[in-house]
């Protein structure tokens, strides 16, 4: 089973700062099925990401994805009030053998 | 608008049974390929089923294999989760999410709906 670890667990920052958050796979993965998802408290997670690099509709371009293989990272240029959150990578492997599996998330929190 | 609502959480006691289900309006929901997703009080995401389009494709995560029966109803534009034999650790937020449009048989994931969630609490 393929195994997504994210780090850090808390990213502190302030705003206007840099954020890169990093998702590994525990073995090579197709970048067609990397998301990434941004969760605030009492809410759905929202898509940001799919295909390791595709902002969903309605994302703002601050938010960019990147990586192949095991290596994956989400970068927020900037970070506004709004962005401070928990964010996941999820694999949706929807080929055989299916994989769904989402890393344990980073929290980006004000500094 | 897009709507996902989900409904039939509650309290249930050990061992007990429920049936969530997951209303949708908006959207061609017979395209999208379906997920119940769960989250435990201050946890992560954990992905609990996934069922294709037509239905024939379902998997189950480890943790409710054999225990959890997802089915939907393209004619009512509807997902649903028939869960048995609950415990205590399947206490959590469930969210249905449709993150998958399926055409021409290919799929895409660039666009994501999610509900609101229900809570499902089992405790004695």
């Known amino acids: 089973e393929i195994v997504l670890t994210q780090s850090p667990g808390t990213l502190s920052l302030s705003p206007g700062e840099r954020a890169t958050l990093s998702c590994r796979a525990s073995?090579?993965?197709?970048?067609?099925?990397l998301t990434w998802y941004q969760q605030k408290p009492g809410q759905a997670p929202r898509l940001l990401i799919y295909?390791?690099?595709n902002r969903a509709t309605g994302i703002p371009d601050r938010f960019s994805g990147s990586g192949s293989g095991t290596d994956f990272t989400l970068t927020i240029s900037r970070l506004e009030p709004e962005d401070f959150a928990v964010y996941y990578c999820q694999l949706y492997g929807r080929s055989p053998p299916l994989t769904f599996t989402f890393g344990g998330g980073t929290k980006v929190e004000i500094k | 608008e897009v709507q996902l609502v989900e409904s039939g959480g509650g309290l249930v006691g050990p061992g007990g049974s429920l049936r969530l289900s997951c209303t949708t309006s908006g959207f061609t929901f017979s395209n999208y390929e379906v997920n119940w997703v769960r989250q435990a009080p201050g946890k992560g995401l954990e992905l609990v089923s996934y069922?294709?389009?037509?239905?024939?494709?379902?998997y189950y995560g480890d943790s409710v294999k054999g225990r959890f029966t997802v089915s939907r109803d393209n004619t009512r534009n509807s997902l649903y989760l028939q869960m048995n034999s609950l415990r205590a650790e399947d206490t959590a937020v469930y969210y249905c999410?449709?993150?998958?449009?399926?055409?021409?048989?290919?799929?895409?994931?660039?666009?994501?709906?999610w509900g609101r969630g229900t809570l499902v609490t089992v405790s004695s």
């Open positions: 069922i294709s389009i037509s239905g024939g494709t379902i």
């Open positions: 295909a390791a690099s």
């Open positions: 073995q090579s993965v197709s970048s067609a099925y």
């Open positions: 999410a449709s993150p998958a449009f399926c055409s021409g048989g290919s799929c895409t994931l660039g666009s994501a709906y």
